[in-house]
Structure formats: C-alpha cells, structure tokens
C-alpha cells in the first residue's frame, strides 16, 4: 500500500515506464488509465493471495452467489475506494497534472446483466467482501454484455457491447483450471460392482476457462472471487480442415465457442433458446466442478467427506437461471464421487438456496423436455427420478388430490419447470420484499408453502451504499460525515441521526446546494450529448429503469401529455416547472416496450420545441442507461418515479438508490417502496394507487373495465384519443399497439385506473415542492432512513439466515 502521496506517484510513473516504455507526457488518458488500474492490481493481488489463503486454512464455510448475470459497471473507483485510497490517489494525480475522473471515464462499463438481479448480484458482492464474508460470485464471462443503446429518430437501436476490445485490467485468466462441461450424446446405465454407473459417450465437449476478477472489500483486507467462464475449445476439426474444408473447421470451434458469446437481452421474458440453456448447464456444471474440486483438496476427497459438503459450502441460486445446480450437484455426487440417491440428495438440498426475483407469469421459466433431452441427457434423468419420487411424496400426503399434484409437480405438460426444481432441491426460498415473499407463499407458490411452510422467507433487498451515496455522491457523502462523523460508512443506520437536522435551516441549505451542483453536472450532459437546454431550478422528475409495460413508463407519459395540454389551453397555468427525465432499454423483440420510447420521444420532440409554454416542462430521454450513467443521475433527482402497478415489482433497487440521494419518491404500493414509506413515514413519501390485493382481486375475480374510465374522465379521454388521432407528428399507428393495450385489451396494467389518482399524487408533489424547507426536511429524511436499505444489511440477513457462514478477518501476511 502506498504509505504517501509521495510513494503513489514515483510509483505510478514508475509503472508507466515499465509497462509502456514511456514518460507521463507522452502517454494518453488510456495509458494512465492502465497503469493506474495495474499498480491498484498489485495491491489488491497480495491481500487475494491472503484472502484464499487464509480460506483455505480455517476452512470456513464458503458461499457461492450463482448468477446468469453481474453487472459490475465499473471498477477502478470503487476499488478505489473500498482500499481507501481515493483522496490520496486523487491528490498525486492532480499534482501531475491528471484529473482522476478522466481515467475512471476511460473504463468500459462491465454490463454483464440486463437490470435489477444483475445489479443485485454486483451489490451482494461488494458487501459480502466488505463484511469479510467468504463469498464468491459465479457467473458467465460474456464476450458481448448489455447490448449499446442509440437513440435515432426516437427510436431504439441497439449496437453491439464490446467492451473487452482493449482488454480488461481486472480479470485473471486461470487456464489452469479449465473443466470440461459436456452436450449432447447418450447416457448408457451399466452395472459396475453392484453400482449402477453412468455412461456419456458421444457428448461434445466444451472447454470452460474461468477468468477470475477480485472483489475488494472496503476497509479490511478481504478480497473475494468473482469466477466468470468462458467457453472456449482446444477441439480443432482437422478431418475437415485437412480435407481443405477449412471453413466447417472454423465453424465447428466457433459453435462451441458460441455458448459465451452473448448476454440475452430480455429481462422477464425467457425465450426458450437452446444456447441459452446452454449458457445455463456451461457456467453451473464448471462452476460446480471447480468447487468440487476445491473442496476436496481442502476438506478430503473421500465419500463420507463429499456426503458433508453442506457444511462447508453454501450455493446460492440468483433466480431460476442456474437451478440446474441441483441435478448437477447431484450427478456429480453420485456420477464422480460415488454416493448413493439419498445421501446426495440430502446433502445437495442442504447445500443450495435459492432467491424469486418475479411473479410475472411470462417470466418463470420452463424448458422442452425435448430440448433438456437432447442437450443435457443426464441432467434429464436425474431431474426425471426427483420428480418421480417428489410426486410419490405428494401422493402420500395428499392422496388422490391430482389438481395439486399436477401443479407441484417438476415436470409437466411437456416442460421442465424450473421454479418446481428449484423449490424441491433447496433449502430455502426467498422472495425480495416483504410484499412480494408474502405473495409467492399466499398465491404463486402457495401449494409449495403448504407443503414446505419452513422454507420461505423474506429478504429485502439492499443496494451498495458505497458506490451508490459515497462514490456517486462525494459533496453529500462530504456533507453527512461533517455534520454525524464517519461512522455512517461502516454502519449505515447510523444515517438515522441525520433526522435531528431535518429542520436545521443550515443543514437544509447545504442539501440543497449539493443538489444543485449535482442537477447542474446532469444538465450540463444533457445539453452536451442531447442539446436540450433544461432550467436547473426546474424539479428533476426522474423514471430510469428497464422498459417494461408493467413499470407503467406509459403512465408517467400519458401525465405529460395532460399537464402539456393543461398548459396549452392556460398558458399562465401556475404549475411547477418540472423536467422529466427517462431512461431505460427494451428487450430487443418487444414492440410494445420500442413504441413506448418512442412515444416518449416524440413528446419530448413536441414539448420542448413549443415556445408558447415558455420551457415550464422538458422531457429528456437518455440514452444508454447503465450502471455509470446511473451514478451520474440518482444524485441528481429530485423526485423518483417507483410507479409499477401494485403486486407486479418484486422489489425496485432504483427506488433505493434514489432515496439515498436524497429523492422523494412517487410510487405505488409495490415491491419495497412499501418499506420505504415504513421506514420515512407517510409524510415523506407520495404514495397513489391500487393496492396489490386490489390488483390481484380483480386479477383473479375481474371487475375492471378500462372502458368505464375511458369514458368517465375527459382528461384521460383526451390523451389516449392523442396516441391516434393526429395530434402528434407521427404516423397514425405509430402508437397504436399502446392503444390497443390500453383500450382493446383492457389495460392489463391499470394505467387508466390510476391515472386520476398519479395525476393527483403529482399536484401534491408540486405543492410540497413549492414549500422549499418541507421538502428540504424530506429530502434529509428519506436520506436517514435510508440505511436499511444498504446491501450491508441484506447480505448479512442472508448469511445468518440463510448460509450459515461468518466473517474471516484477513490478516495482512
Ligand atoms: C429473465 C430472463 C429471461 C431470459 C433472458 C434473460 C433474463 C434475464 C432476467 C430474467 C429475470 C428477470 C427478473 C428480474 O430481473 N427481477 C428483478 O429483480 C430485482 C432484484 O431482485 C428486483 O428488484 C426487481 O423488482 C425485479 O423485477
């Protein structure tokens, strides 16, 4: 570690020389960028040599997060941070004359998710590392993350994300300990000295190599493992290639190579894709493999140690995607170490968890029989023979009741279903807010409550809050510890006591400064990248989130288009100004969630460009919504759109984030902003809507008619008749499909019926807004009451509750 601003900066010119062969002045912001992320390397690579190190020799319980995605964003600042060295490394930079926001520009973001769960998952790992928890993420080392979003004409184009063309300073290549995973064959059942063994014979085999990226923990020594694989083959077809078909040669290793090629870009709606099935059986067979592995070395390789793995090793499933750790786990128990059904089966339930992030019911997942079959012949088996004999369970307990059975069973009308499997094989199931874990036991999984009432529970999410206050943050992050001390940043509840200053007109006042340099550093972007001048002392009124019709993005617009024709038919209406701030990608095939960008856009286009509103409201659409582009914007917001309709958001980690900016939040009764309004009160929340017990009431009973609505209310008559009617300066189908959803399939989502009610919340907004110490006092407020939030907390109600594991204080050497 580098002891002063002195010894950094010998070092890092130093490293200069060394890796490029050159001074300070002849090097580009890239160069400096490397060879700070490679000096920071080095440090962290002694404490990752400690760290695994000292695992292996206390043999403490490990926890394995298994997620499809992580979505990490970029490194060099918060690894920065989380070792401490941010102001000294800042300050020796700016003596050489090196702003260090410019290299941290520099960094491709790592966007290996799509949203939320992958977000959660980059959180979990900060915090599992920064409470000295053994816990390591496993996951796919995709060669194309989240694809590049452009915005043109106001449409979605989607470019492709290379973001390893210059190489990535943070991961290790291990092929060393490359494993094989294989597809495809068959499965022969021989007897081999009174044993039935498997055979796979004909199987094609992929080379999985992991890639390893350390996860620093913040101020302690503790550095974790994130494994990401990557397929790749030492398999060259030289009968093709030596017959001059060099072209079946190449194709033939690229297939392989295939499996980690790409991120799927369809969050909450799984397209039964063989590759990605593929991608799912690649990244749980290795990881479990090298896990295996590992564990043996450490704990013995025998039976009777393997028949115990449970107690060392705790594997966490981030949703359905890798629920094939449990026949895996199981065929590795049984195919490689020789244990018996009953014994893996104890052993490989005891071992894995598994967390719900949707009820959607387009977004659980379910596989072909026909496609397992082929692609995963043995996992079929195996999932086969848990289902048989779980389905025998059922019938004991419930006899002749087939309905039931017929709902819980693993396997059925031709699918593999996933969430089933993943229930039956673990210990535990966790939903992500108390609303949405209360629903998965009372209505999605209720029959499996019943049967399993012990293995539900709740776990809120968290997010970071280092990354998301003190990095993204730094002038209020400043602010709070002058005014409560630092201890926030180790605990922090401790933000609590910001409520004392909620009314202190000094403390007040700072907020609100740093909330105006923060929405003047967001509009300076916005004009640079987007043109569009917006007023700084306009209320920022900000959606960011994935696309989706149940995030309701249409609701939030279809308000803008009232309040602009309020204002066309008044111009002296004395409203708020407001500038309304978008952002979000749609999945790659969902028309719907295309138009409503466009929709959004194209009343962007209108408004802003209207001078007879005298530039009272803007709307801007982002492009590009990523985990940087949020670091930039949630400090920046006044006001957080948490707007879904009730019941169908499982948790919402944005509306966290926004909070501890201190963001007043409009939202529904959904998902985590229920415990968000517990914890600041109702008086420091806007809160409008149904109910998700009204939604699933009508849901289940029906009762709603969007027509009543349409026709009972003139102002939400008057903007759904503008999607069609000309009023906008497009063509007459544009948005036609949004209608349709609206008015011909009777508005799935609800947008219609609160309409009225958003309206409503949105005046209070504004009246709160004009009372500048109310909303000050809020602002505090939402800010102290964020620490139940922080992913701190999450992680640790997991690893008490959950995996069983405890802290390991890593000692320097
Ligand atoms: C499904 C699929 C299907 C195939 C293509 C790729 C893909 C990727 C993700 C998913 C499931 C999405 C589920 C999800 O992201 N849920 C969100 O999880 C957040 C973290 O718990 C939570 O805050 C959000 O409310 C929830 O929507």
Sequence with gaps: MFKSKEQFKEAFIDKMQTLFGQSLDESSTTDKYVALSTLLREVISKRWYQSNKQYRATKEKQVYYFSMEFLLGRLLGSNLFNLGLTELCSEGLSELGIELDQLEAVEHDAGLGNGGLGRLAACFLDSMASLQLPGHGTGIRYRHGMFEQKIVDGYQIELPDNWLRDGYVWEMRK???????????????EEQGGRLIAVHENYEPVLAVPYDVPVVGANCNTVNTLRLWSAETNHFDFSSFSKGDFLKAVEHKYSLEATSQILYPDDNYPEGKTLRLKQQYFFVSAGLQSIVRRYKRTHGAAPAALARIHEKVAIHINDTHPALAVPELMRILMDEEGLGWDEAWYTTRKTISYTNHTIL??????????LVQALLPRMYMIIHEINERFCADLWKKYPNQWERIRDMAIIGDCYVRMANLAVVGSHSVNGVAAVHSEILKKEVMANFHQFYPHRFNNKTNGVTHRRWLAKANPKLATLITET??????????ELASLHRYAHDPAFQAGIKAVKQANKEKLAHYIQNKMNIAVDVNSIFDVQVK????????TLNALHILDLYNRLKADPNLDIEPRTFIFGGKSATGYYLAKRIIKFINTLAHVINNDRAIGGKIKVAFLENYSVSLAELIMPAADVSEQISTASREASGTGNMKFMMNGAVTIGTLDGANIEIRDEVGDDNIVIFGLTADEVLSYYKHGGYNALDIYHGNPRVRTVVDQLMNGFLPVSPDEFHSIHHSLMRTNDEYFVLKDFPDYAAAQETVASLYRDQSR??????NNIAFSGRFASDRTVSEYAIGIWGTKPVVIRES
Aim: glycine share 8%.
């Design 175 to 189: 092929a060393d300990r490359a494993v094989t995973v294989k597809f495809g064959g068959h499965v022969r059942l």
């Design 361 to 370: 019911p387009e977004a659980l997942e379910k596989w072909p029989i026909d």
């Design 546 to 553: 994935r696309i989706h019709a149940y995030k309701r993005q």
């Design 775 to 780: 909303w000050q006092a809020m602002a505090i």
């Design 484 to 493: 409560i001390g630092s201890g926030w940043l180790a605990h922090p509840n």
